[in-house]
């Protein structure tokens, strides 16, 4: 079923920072949230490039040769190919990510960090649907 999707509820099921979860496919792309708790790793990759919207909070992207901070409302692609390290600036940043499905979240690292399988939001929207307009 074709559904909307609030980004409040979705950022609400996820649990653990720099572990993203899909909220959408679009062909072989996927919409995913994250939460940045502090900094990632170091990375790249080689293919995807990534595109990452902030949400809530701020985001400094750090590339080897300068700083890029990123507010609400704003997004950053970073080009595949190109070393990056995301970091919340404050406790905590919400970020939507677009990018391909093939995309690892540590790109070239693995580490601790490292989430070969994604889990997908629940689309809570269709629950309510399914009791009919005048429900
Ligand atoms: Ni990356």
């Known amino acids: 079923m074709i559904d909307n999707v609030n980004l409040a509820d979705a950022f609400g099921q996820v649990s653990e920072a720099w572990r993203p ?6 062909n072989d792309f ?5 939460k940045l708790v502090g900094a990632f ?6 293919i995807e490039d990534e595109l990452f919207l902030v949400v809530a909070g701020r985001l400094r992207m750090r590339f080897r040769d300068r700083n890029v901070e990123v507010d609400p409302g704003e997004f950053i692609i970073v080009p595949h190919g190109v070393e ?28 601790a960090r490292t ?6 939001i629940a689309a809570r929207g269709r629950t309510l649907n399914t009791k009919g307009p005048n429900a």
Request: hydrophobic share 35%; net charge negative.
């Open 21 to 26: 979860m899909i909220a959408g496919d679009i």
């Open 30 to 34: 996927q919409v995913k949230v994250v």
């Open 41 to 46: 790793h170091w990375h790249k990759h080689d």
């Open 84 to 111: 990056h390290l995301p970091e919340a600036i404050g406790a905590e940043c919400h970020v939507l990510l677009l990018e391909p499905n093939t995309t690892l979240n540590t790109g070239d690292q693995r580490n």
């Open 115 to 120: 989430v070969h399988c994604l889990d997908t």
